[in-house]
């Protein structure tokens, strides 16, 4: 009898959910495809941050809503070093 969901561990259920996330994208045939939406409307989101008043030609809006997609992404980077950085350093305490 499998294991009810209240009865795994968090770790467990982290397991899982990985688990699921790979085989659904191993049967995934058409990566693109199936990310196109969520790609739209990121984009979507930066061109109303770009022009909230819908006065820009549409190539002035797409260039700029592109750099803020880039800084958006700069700014994922920026926090994943400092928290690699953090967390190497927390390590370095430990051993000490």
């Known amino acids: 009898?499998?294991?009810?969901?209240?009865?795994?561990?968090?770790?467990?259920?982290k397991l899982a959910a990985q688990?699921?996330?790979?085989?659904?994208?191993?049967?995934?045939t058409d990566r693109s495809a199936r990310t196109a939406k969520a790609r739209a409307a990121l984009m979507a989101k930066f061109e109303q941050q770009a022009?909230?008043?819908g006065k820009l030609l549409p190539a002035e809006r797409a260039k700029r809503a592109e750099h803020l997609r880039k800084a958006h992404f700069k700014r994922l980077a920026l926090?994943?070093?400092?928290?690699?950085?953090?967390?190497?350093?927390?390590?370095?305490?430990d051993a000490a």
């Open 19 to 28: 688990i699921a996330a790979h085989e659904s994208w191993a049967n995934t």
């Open 79 to 93: 926090a994943s070093a400092k928290a690699r950085r953090n967390k190497d350093a927390g390590k370095l305490r």
């Open 51 to 53: 022009d909230p008043e």
């Open 1 to 13: 009898m499998p294991i009810s969901a209240s009865e795994r561990s968090a770790n467990e259920r």
